[in-house]
DNA sequence: CATCTCAAGGAAAACGATTGCCTAGAAGCT
DNA sequence: AGCTTCTAGGCAATCGTTTTCCTTGAGATG
């Protein structure tokens, strides 16, 4: 038993075992600068000099103090270096709806750009709810962040987060209703132009507009620009929009609803992927053939509906991840004295696939 | 010019104005607890007394702290505290893979955890390159953090993070291969049972299992599983088990396979949701009706699939939030002096929907 | 009245790093 | 040789809290 148990424990560290205890397995008590001062035969103060490359030193005393903290394992205590400094190297994240499909791409090109920096990211989910959201702002205040991005789902502008706050903030993909403030944005208009004169351009005159609720700004703002880059060809939507929810069920019952119509479409452009996919369900069980009869773009480029739908679909995708990148680099151009003010809008890509091949 | 920027700045704090002022707005220079000390007029030892409910004072004098506190919106500097008192109320959590699907209600559950104990999260995305997981570790260490979640997609043991670090480690979802780590996992194998269990309760005996990877963990456990409890029926498999991958276009491939081998099959239950929805829809372009020939069962119970498909699946659910707040529990009382040791298997939940409907 | 005992609050030492200022030699110059 | 000028590195203040003693004065007790 005991023998199985001592077996049991070897092979988990083998491979890594040298690394490791050099770096990570001085267990318990953390080594502090002043030990590697004294190691290395030199005060605090010049210990702290060789580490961050300041000061004037013979750089073999530097070798000497990088040498001892390495083999002591030393890793700076943050909080008393942020004390020291001020800045923490670290940034809050606030969703404020729900942690979700929109907001995990955000969040890794934040990452991504920040973590270049070697800054870190706390995570926040306000789940839609203002006191959580007010609650979290405090801890991040608290915690002295260097700077803070706000995300939410809705495009639709909301209120600042507050008000001269201490630190810099930048709205990702959802916008402040300040236009001070400054946000970035997906340019969802120039997404609806490219799906539409991507329509246009396999030589579709007959397109009609299936989306979301009407009260919500991304469904508005991709219809009207659908209806104005049909207007710049002279055209009219083949059908009156149609307004739901963002949801399968809707894009099968828009399905029957065009049908039933007799509208005469030859393409739909989809407010998302997910309607995209239970309309060409709809339209493929009433017999319609995917894209010769009708040819389909959607909206998001969710893989796992784009993959799978059938055909694959064509999306407009709003490069989530590039707006977080760009948010989190306004960010730390903000931090380092530079702030940028106003809304940012970047293009969309259009992404063809099988639902509109040719 | 100068006039429509003063206006503008007036509106955005409109509706909030009070409570902001109070709390947010001290723009630029953060009040320390000295200056709270002086306008209660105590000492800044009292005031810290004062505002952490310690030591012996009035309460009178007490509120009268709380009061400057208040109204000069002192928010205590987390920096500071922590080099005195040595925690930081900071865990960190590191996902090998990449953040996802999985991830999400993980980190949900042990915000919600974590979060009621006044504690925030650090989340790192490792992308499954350990050069990265060891960098986010450092820097995880550096930052102090009271204590560390590990997740991964993988529900295979993994090689520990590291060995004899200073802080308690929890694995959630993902297991750490040393058995004195403490882990929490979804018992698959429950899940499995389950969903067999549901089939063999309405009825269906020609019971057939269609998954994922052979090489993944989580197939072959969730497979074996799957037999084992037909076996204890008396029965064997419909059909040999079809291994492929987690996808829906898999699913289709393989409702293919299992008409074209002419088994006799009235029920399937599949590894994943995607692949059953890609099976549902492969059998029923050959004309089976679900559930009254054949009868679905998923595992995971994804929202869009389990919905988007056509009748709605029944599905296995994980619960990964619970699997999260669970784990942050543990790491809690691990941070509190009381480690737990070892894995922890969670049970699963069968959610019937009309795949199974009878 | 002289002590003793508390209650209430102050003073100051941590915590671990950074950084500006200062000093002791060594080297260069006349 | 005597002066200045560097160079390398030490000293100590500092960041904002918390916490451990102390001190003070008031009331209780003998």
Redesign the pocket.
Known sequence: MSRASYRRTTPAVVGCQETQEETLSTSE?????????ALA????????????G?????????QRVQQAAEQLG????A???S????RTYTVGMITTDSIGRFSIPLLIGAEDALGAGQMSVFLCDARDDPIREQYYLRTLLSRKVDGIIVTGRRTQARAPIGVGLPVPVVYAFISSADPRDCSVVPDEADGARRAVQHLLAIGRRRIAHVTGPEHHHSATVRATAAVDTLAAEGLRPAAPILYGEWSEAWGRQAAGILLSTGADVDAVFCGSDQIARGLAEGLQSAGREIPRDVALVGFDNWDVMVDGCRPALTSVDMDLEGIGRSAAELLLSAINGEPVQGKRARPCRLVPRASTAV
């Open positions: 008590r953390a080594v502090t600068i002043t030990q590697v001062a035969g030199v005060s605090t103060g010049t210990a702290s000099k060789a580490l961050n300041r000061g004037a030193l013979r750089p073999e005393t530097r030393f890793v700076a205590n909080a008393a270096r004390l020291q400094t001020g």
